[in-house]
């Protein structure tokens, strides 16, 4: 799959804010700074379709882009940011459940985890929480130009050990700067977008 084109289109906090043309829709979440926003934009080749914050936990509202004007990326805001107080964690929970629970459209959500790390207890409840509701979720391994192969392959066995991928769950590897597994990443995309449509 190219993708040629890529245009954003709303930004939302309520379910009545939501495009409402049924197409089909795959949503990012991940932990504040994974490479959500640059991953976007790399597979987009839009340096600037996603705003990339430096200041962690910015992002706060669910962006919808819409791609080859055939389908939706969804950019959810990102978890796990300390300085963040609880009546906002509370806000951020309740936007991206709101989001989650029963929309039709969402057709794959891809999980986001920075390569160099073990998933969090927030990796661990999001993945969870992805299963409860029963989407299909493909877990990416950003910022892999950041480590040898061999931490790779570590690495990626520690993801399989914590987090327990279901069937039929994949997990890839992602780098935005090098776009190391892009065109894989778009494969897997483009297998999702043929079966729905």
Known sequence: MEIKQAEFIISAVHPSQYPKDKRIEIAFVGRSNVGK????????????????????????LINFFLINNEFYFVDLPGYGYAKISKTEKKSWGKVVEDYLRGREELKRVILL??????????????????????????????????????????????????LKPETGDEILTFSSLNKQGKEEFLKVLESVIDFYS
Do not use: E
């Open 37 to 60: 926003s640059s991953l976007i934009n790399a597979l987009t080749n839009r340096k600037k379709l996603v705003k990339v914050s430096g200041t962690p936990g910015k992002t706060r």
């Open 113 to 162: 985890l920075d390569c160099r790390h073990k998933p969090t207890n927030d990796d661990i409840t999001m993945y969870k929480w992805l299963k409860y509701y029963n989407y299909n979720t493909i877990i990416v391994a950003t910022k892999v130009d950041k480590v040898s192969k061999s931490q790779l392959f570590k690495n990626l066995k520690i993801i399989k050990d914590t």
